[in-house]
C-alpha cells in the first residue's frame, strides 16, 4: 500500500498539529479495540471470506475519504472506517486458513502457510515503499491515495475466490447454527474457561504485543547516527530479518516450550547487544533480535489454533488480539523508561510465559 509510508506525512502536510495526528491515532485503536471480538463473532457466525472482503472495501472507503477531502474531521472518520475493516480480518483469517487446512487434514501446515503469510506481508513494505516514491512526485498525494484505494478494491476481489470451509468440517453445516449473541458468548466463553485455550490466548497475546516495538525501529536507526535519507534502508534490514524468521517458523514448529523460551531469551539478549553497541552495526544484531520474535509469534499463534475447538475460532482470536492492544501497553511503557535496553528486558521476561508451555508438535508436525 503506497499510501502506508506517506500518510503521516499527508496528516502534517495538511496542517494537523502533534497534538491531532496523536488524537486520530488514539481514535484508530480505540475502535479497534471495541470493534475486535464483535467482527469475530460476526466470522463465525456468518463468513470469515465475508469479513475479509468487507474490510478490504472499508479500508478503500477510508482511504477515498483522506484524498478527498484531507482534513481532522476526514481523516479521523477515515480511521474509523479503517479500524472496523481491520477488526474484520483480524481472527477471520486465522479462522478461515486453519479450517481449510483442517478439512483437508493439513492442519499441520498451518505454521508453515501463516509463517509465508507474514512474512509476505513483511516483504510486501519493499515494493510498497519504492511504489510511494514514484508514484508521489508524479502526482503526489492523490495519485498514491488513488492507487492505493484501488489495491485495496483489488484484495477485497482476490478474497471474493478464498474457498471456505466452515467450522473445520466439509459439511455446509449439520449442527442446528447458534445465533449471533450466542456464537460471541461461546467464543468468549471458551476463551476465557478452558484451560489450553486461555493460557494459549494469553501467551500469543503477551507476544503480539512486543510488535509494537516495529514502530519505534526508525527512532533507534536515527539515535544509532544514520543519516535520515538511510533511515529506510536500515529499517528495512530489520524488517527483513523479520520475514525470514516468520518464513522459517515451521522449521521450528515443533520445539517444547522450553525451546521456544530460549528462543525468546536469545532475541533480548541480541537487542542488549545493539543496545550496548549504540552504533548502526547494530542494526543487524536488532534484525536477529527481530527474526527469532517473528518465528516465535507464528508458532504461538498456531498453536492457539491447535487447542481450539468448535465454531468460534475466529471469535478467540479476536479474544487474543484484543488481549494485545492492552499488552503493547507494556511495550510503550518499557521504550518510555529505558529505550531499547527495557524493550530487551521485557522480551527475556517474557520467554518466561514459553517456559512450561507444552508442545503441540504432532499437531504442528510437517
Known amino acids: 500500500m503506497p499510501l502506508y509510508p506517506l500518510y503521516a506525512l499527508l496528516f502534517t502536510d495538511t496542517g494537523l498539529s502533534g497534538g491531532e495526528i496523536s488524537l486520530l491515532f488514539a481514535i484508530w485503536s480505540t475502535v479497534g ?8 463473532a460476526l466470522a463465525d457466525r456468518f463468513s470469515r471470506r465475508a469479513n475479509l472482503v468487507a474490510a478490504g472495501l472499508l479500508q478503500a472507503a477510508g482511504f477515498a475519504l483522506w484524498t478527498v477531502l484531507p482534513s481532522f474531521w476526514v481523516f479521523a472518520a477515515g480511521f474509523v472506517v479503517w479500524g472496523l475493516g481491520g477488526a474484520l480480518a483480524s481472527g477471520a483469517l486465522e479462522a478461515l486458513l486453519y479450517d481449510g487446512l483442517l478439512a483437508a487434514g493439513h492442519e499441520s501446515r498451518y505454521v508453515r502457510v501463516s509463517g509465508q503469510i507474514t512474512a509476505a506481508g513483511l516483504v510486501a513494505q519493499i515494493p510498497a515503499a519504492v511504489a510511494a516514491a514514484v508514484l508521489f512526485p508524479l502526482g503526489g498525494y492523490p495519485l498514491v491515495g488513488w ?15 478464498l474457498p471456505e470451509v466452515r467450522n473445520g468440517s466439509g459439511d455446509d453445516g449439520d449442527d442446528e447454527e447458534l445465533g ?21 490466548a494469553l501467551v500469543l497475546a503477551a507476544l503480539a504485543g512486543l510488535d509494537a516495538f516495529e514502530e519505534y525501529f526508525p527512532l533507534l536507526t536515527a539515535e544509532w547516527g544514520v543519516p535520515t535519507a538511510l533511515n529506510p534502508a536500515a529499517t528495512l534490514v530489520i524488517t527483513l530479518g523479520g520475514a525470514a524468521g516468520a518464513a522459517l517458523a515451521a522449521k521450528a514448529g515443533r520445539l517444547p516450550g522450553w525451546g521456544l523460551a530460549g528462543l525468546m531469551l536469545a532475541a533480548g539478549l541480541a537487542l542488549a547487544g545493539s543496545a550496548a553497541l549504540h552504533r548502526p552495526a547494530g542494526i543487524v544484531l536488532v534484525a536477529g533480535f527481530y527474526a527469532l520474535y517473528r518465528l516465535v509469534l507464528v508458532i504461538a499463534d498456531a498453536r492457539l489454533q491447535a487447542v481450539i475447538d468448535g465454531a468460534a475460532r475466529a471469535t478467540i482470536t479476536s479474544v487474543a488480539a484484543l488481549a494485545t492492544e492492552l499488552s503493547a501497553m507494556l ?17 527475556a521476561a517474557l520467554s518466561v510465559t514459553l517456559a512450561g508451555r507444552t508442545n503441540d508438535g504432532e499437531r504442528l508436525r510437517e
Open 331 to 347: 511495550l510503550y511503557a518499557a521504550w518510555a523508561l529505558g529505550g531499547p535496553w527495557c524493550v530487551a528486558a521485557l522480551t
Open 180 to 200: 449471533y449473541l450466542a456464537t460471541l458468548r461461546d467464543g468468549v466463553r471458551e476463551a476465557a474457561r478452558r484451560p489450553a485455550v486461555r493460557t494459549a
Open 33 to 40: 479495540i471495541v470493534a475486535e471480538v464483535p467482527t469475530g
Open 147 to 161: 492507487v492505493s484505494v484501488a489495491i485495496c478494491l483489488t484484495a477485497a476481489l482476490l478474497a471474493t475466490r
